[in-house]
């Protein structure tokens, strides 16, 4: 399994907000230098997370980006699901076993099960995991009450 690029920068661009001094809204040239990572990609992953309602855009000559919710309540579930879609699991169906067990319909409809019940499986523990881990584990208790660093210079 590969986690994207866009999870990540997700995920520190919330715990960049969250520890914004004061949490001054942020603009996405700021985040973009930062991380070193493309403005225009890094774009497409805020407007993501605002869609979700993690984070919020500021409209004003100040404007830019602020964390919406508490960063104790937002776990990597929830940027992973913003960002990539995690809430459903799509198999592919190739129906490949009738390719190698022809004329055995109970074993192929066995196999095509147990594959599939498999993944369920494995995905669904996958992302319990991920909802107990909120973001603010990532961070000193202190940083990010009122935020200690000035990421605008």
Not at 5 to 14: A, L, P, R
Not at 95 to 100: D, E, M, W
């Amino acid at each position: 399994m590969k986690i994207s690029k866009s999870i990540e920068q997700g995920i520190y661009v919330i715990l960049m907000m969250a520890v914004q001094k004061d949490h001054h809204a942020l603009k996405s040239q700021v985040l973009s230098q930062q991380l070193e990572v493309s403005d225009s990609y890094l774009k497409k992953i805020l407007r993501k997370l605002v869609t979700a309602g993690l984070i919020d855009s500021v409209a004003s000559k100040d404007g830019g980006f602020k964390i919406k919710r508490n960063v104790e309540q937002i776990s990597v579930y929830d940027v992973c699901d913003a960002v990539d879609d995690l809430g459903t699991l799509v198999l592919p169906e190739l129906h490949l076993a009738a390719k190698i067990f022809p004329g055995s319909p109970e074993h192929i409809q066995h196999s095509e099960s147990l594959a599939l019940s498999a993944f369920k499986e494995a995905h669904e523990s996958y992302c319990k995991r991920l909802k107990q881990i909120p973001l603010s584990d990532f961070l000193n208790a202190k940083s990010y009450q009122t935020g200690v660093v000035d990421w605008r210079g």
